[in-house]
């Protein structure tokens, strides 16, 4: 089984940027698919972005297309997620995701995800 724990989240500003780090350890790295998500006080959890195994394969949600970057560095067991002009409306928490899959699958749906880390609060201001 894989663990995962979530650091980089914060108080900023809107249009300031924040990196996100998820740390992967128990299991090999380089055979998850990776997924952000995030979950807004009294809303349903939804995607942001998912990586594939090799990082050949990207997939972000519309509303963060443009400003969020995700990556992975298998030799560190991490994948990041590089936010940039931040809105009020991205604060969430925000959590990653990781589940076997072959190389270039990305997977957007979080049924879909086996290990979840424990999220990071991300909070916007106007």
């Known amino acids: 089984q894989v663990q995962l724990v979530e650091s980089g989240g914060g108080l900023v500003r809107a249009g300031d940027s924040l990196r996100l780090s998820c740390a992967a350890s128990g299991g090999t790295f380089g055979g998850y698919v990776m997924g952000w998500f995030r979950q807004a006080p009294g809303k349903e959890r939804e995607f942001v972005a998912t990586?594939?195994?090799?990082?050949?394969?990207?997939y972000y949600a519309d509303s963060v297309k443009g400003r969020f970057t995700i990556s992975r560095d298998n030799a560190k067991n991490t994948v990041y997620l590089q936010m940039n002009s931040l809105k009020p409306e991205d604060t969430a928490v925000y959590y990653c995701?990781?589940?076997?899959?072959?190389?270039?699958?990305?997977?957007?749906?979080?049924?879909?995800?086996?290990?979840w880390g424990q999220g990071t609060q991300v909070t916007v201001s106007s």
């Open positions: 995701a990781a589940r076997i899959g072959t190389y270039s699958t990305v997977f957007h749906y979080s049924d879909n995800y086996n290990y």
């Open positions: 990586i594939s195994r090799g990082g050949d394969n990207i």
